[in-house]
């Protein structure tokens, strides 16, 4: 196969070793790898002729790779080395860290999965959006401790945030209904903050957005949550509520933060959509 594997120049050196060692398997294994930087990485130029692209980096590296694409529902099929910090679409994929089991992954004839491109605002996002003290945590945390403990500086952020704790509403409008809301999840998939779950329902395929929306978002609230991720309940509490639609608007006085895959994107107001282009993963 020829695949032009995309990720970070600025990888910490442990994640650029492990970059390093999945290209040896793949050459070894008789692959054509081509080497491609996702800051400047364009398809339609680069890489062509490519059977697959794979992306290795976590949510955010895919997120912003596929963005930047004149034209992502063009790209080849695409699969994702995890080499992230959370890595919610990996997970949900079922690709492996190990470099011998994800090349097996790429020739083990197992079906492709189609998505369609969720759009916030224009962008795509592709495992998660929240608004609320998610999103809030998320704009706290400190990149260069994110290198050195990994998923325990959204910890750290959350804590520090304890003092502060964000408490004003949005309003969510699908165009059917309008609700307001002090925390709120769009969901593509089953895993959120690792292999810990919001919504059973939640998977790539839906042909709509999941939305889980918390009418109140105090620290009892979080706790809840916590718990209900990591227990896995059937049952939302109190007056939790799960939406299914193909866009929302959320609208806002206090400009929260929007996080996407990992990362602050932008600040509410925001439209989210679900459009008709899809992207393939093998």
């Known amino acids: 196969m020829k695949l032009a594997l995309v990720y970070n120049e ?9 970059v390093q060692q999945l290209a040896r398997v793949l050459e070894l294994r008789g692959h054509c790898v081509t080497h491609h930087f996702g800051d400047s990485f364009d398809a339609a130029h680069d890489s062509g002729d490519a059977d697959c692209i794979v992306l290795a980096g976590g ?10 694409q004149a034209d992502p529902a063009a790209l080849p099929p695409l699969a994702i080395y995890p ?31 189609t998505t369609r491109l969720a759009l916030l605002d224009g962008q795509p996002f592709l495992a998660c959006a929240s608004i609320g003290f998610d999103a809030h945590t998320v704009a ?5 401790l994110k290198l050195r403990i990994g998923r325990f500086a959204y910890v750290a952020a959350l804590l520090a945030m304890v003092r502060d704790w964000p408490h004003e509403p949005v309003v969510i409008d699908t165009g059917t209904e309008r609700l307001d809301a002090e925390a709120l999840f769009v969901l593509r998939g089953r ?25 109140q978002a105090r620290k009892r609230d979080l706790a809840l949550l916590i718990g209900y991720a990591m227990l ?11 939406l299914e639609t193909e866009r929302l608007t959320i609208e806002s006085e206090h400009g929260h933060p929007v996080q996407a895959d990992g990362d602050v994107v932008n600040q509410a107001p925001v439209t989210i959509e679900l459009t008709e282009a899809t992207v393939t993963f093998l």
């Not at 706290?140 to 260069?144: I, K, L, T």
């Open 83 to 113: 080499t992230g910090t959370i890595n919610l679409l990996a997970r949900e994929l079922g690709y492996s860290r190990n470099p011998e089991v994800f090349a097996d992954s790429l020739v083990s004839g197992r079906p492709a999965r």
């Open 10 to 18: 600025r990888l910490a050196p442990k994640r650029m070793a492990k």
């Open 232 to 242: 896995g309940s059937h049952r939302p509490h109190g007056k939790w509520r799960f």
């Open 191 to 215: 895993y959120y903050a690792g292999p810990w779950t919001l919504d059973r329902q939640a998977h790539l395929e839906h042909e709509r957005l999941r939305v889980l929306a918390l009418p």
């Open 140 to 144: 706290r945390v400190s990149e260069a």
């Open 59 to 68: 949510d955010g590296t895919a997120r912003l790779v596929i963005g930047k």
